[in-house]
């Protein structure tokens, strides 16, 4: 049960946050549960709203997207992240299950993919305190200066919902997943 009220509908969340509720329902066909229970701020959810969309429209892939959003909520063990995006990567990023597994582990099957993944695993980690050496290595692999800052905006951006589910108890709307134990 969630810690702080959840508005049942985009009608019971402050007036403010109601277009931007409106767009995810336009987009996505729902309102899942972090919209609506960040939607208790309107300014808490634009600002997400905005830097999820800037990010989607940057230079890294849906797929490298999901596969970090896999890697850092399985680190942070956000249950709800953990649901919300297995299920993005399955159906819409169309990851295969031992992909999204890797990604939980902190990988990938495609090599490039598993640097991106390794360093965001990396940055969540030590908190964004990563060596040269660690930086090298995403720009020895292919990735542009551009494509860096946003893995570094990915793991800002899947911190801030795996923190924001946790404090307030977001109840899972998504098919369950449990966090990986090795």
Not at 25 to 34: D, T
Not at 104 to 115: N, P, W
Request: glycine share 8%; aromatic share 4%; charged share 20%.
């Amino acid at each position: 049960m969630s810690r702080i009220p959840t508005p049942e509908s985009i009608e019971a969340a402050p007036e403010a946050s109601r277009s931007s509720l409106e767009a995810v329902n336009s987009l996505l066909g729902s309102v899942p549960n972090l919209f609506r229970i960040v939607a208790n701020s309107p300014q808490a959810l634009d600002g997400y709203l905005g830097l999820n969309s800037a990010l989607g429209g940057g230079s890294l892939s849906a797929q490298t997207r999901e596969r970090i959003a896999l890697a850092v909520s399985e680190f942070n063990g956000c249950s709800y992240c953990l649901a919300a995006h297995s299920y993005l990567a399955t159906n819409l990023a169309k990851l295969s299950a031992e992909e999204i597994e890797a990604n939980r582990r902190g990988t990938s099957a495609d090599d490039k993919a598993a640097v991106a993944v390794a360093f965001a695993v990396r940055i969540t980690e030590l908190r964004g305190k990563v060596s040269d050496a660690d930086v090298a290595r995403v720009q020895a692999a292919g990735y542009s200066n551009a494509e860096i800052v946003e893995i570094v905006g990915l793991v800002a951006l899947n911190t801030l919902t795996n923190y924001m589910n946790d404090v307030l108890g977001t109840d899972v709307d998504f098919p369950g997943v449990k966090t990986l134990v090795d």
